[in-house]
């Protein structure tokens, strides 16, 4: 039996539910998921291995910048067009509750210039009547830019043995990139400081989770259930500590306590996990 490869691009705006999806269709967590703008700030792959097939699904930062000339958004940028550029097929995916017809054309229209086949999944469709779908569909078809529709729910697990048939038909004979027991091409270190920065998002507000770095110092497996992890929590202004921090340290507990308990449902292990608030270039 030979090999098959394909690798798929997952672009949307910011929560159509592209980490969800992802986090579904691989069977475990390995992309972080949150209403905040842009928790995706790189593309994260998660392989799915089917029988002789190997799919790649990128996940991308959230397409809300697409045009910007913000320094820390044109990162964002290059992240979705280099994904764009390295996938074989385009997974556009539609938060169905926040259709816009408009904003979809002009997206869509810019991506298809690089001629590679666009497929759109219809996320959150046990929230909406399926008769306004269907209404889309015909709208979006007519511009023939769209090689297939597929109506998902990514948090339910609906829809989605479609999209992998779909996925396996249009794969390539190729050797596989991945190994067979390899799920993410991001290790365990990366994963714990996502769940960390995940939690910032949860527990702070306005543009502070955005401002921080998250480093992993040691890493440390005590035995086989136990895990000692020491991270920092880099800053750049001197503010954001009492912020972070909160009144008597009760801030950082919760950041503190929610990391540990998403990396404890990650890894399978008891996970003993220490921050520090550091102020970069301090003297």
Not at 65 to 71: C, D, L, P, V, W
Request: with cysteine; proline share 1%.
């Amino acid at each position: 039996m030979k090999s098959r490869i394909l690798n798929v691009g997952f672009i949307g705006k910011t929560n159509a539910g592209k980490s969800t999806l992802l986090n579904s269709l691989i069977g475990e967590k390995i992309s972080i998921e949150n209403k905040k703008i842009n928790t995706t700030l790189e593309s994260i792959a998660g392989i799915l291995n089917v029988k002789d097939t190997q799919i790649i699904f990128y996940d991308t930062p959230g397409l809300n910048f697409f045009k910007t000339k913000n320094i820390i958004h044109k990162k964002l940028k290059i992240e979705i067009w280099e994904t764009i550029n390295t996938v074989d097929l385009i997974m556009f995916i539609i938060d169905v509750t926040q259709y816009n017809y408009n904003s979809i054309i002009k997206d869509i229209k810019k991506i298809s210039e690089v001629k590679k086949p666009i497929i759109i999944a219809f996320n959150k469709v046990d929230l909406i009547n399926k008769d306004s779908i269907l209404a889309y569909i015909k709208q979006l078809d007519k511009i023939n830019l769209i090689d297939d529709f597929f109506l998902i729910s990514a948090k339910y697990k609906k829809g989605l043995n479609s999209l992998i048939k779909y996925f396996i038909s249009s794969s390539k004979l190729s050797s596989w990139k991945y190994k067979l027991d390899e799920i993410t091409d991001k290790d365990d270190i990366f994963i714990t400081s996502e769940c960390t920065r995940n939690a910032l998002l949860k527990y702070l507000h306005k543009e502070v989770p955005y401002k921080v770095i998250i480093k992993n110092k040691s890493y440390k497996i005590i035995n086989k259930r136990n895990i000692k992890i020491k991270q920092t929590i880099e800053i750049s202004n001197l503010r954001y500590k009492s912020i972070i921090l909160g009144k008597n340290g009760a801030t950082i507990k919760k950041i503190r306590e929610s990391s540990q308990k998403e990396i404890e449902n990650i890894l399978k292990s008891k996970i003993h996990l220490y921050l520090e608030v550091v102020l970069l270039n301090a003297k």
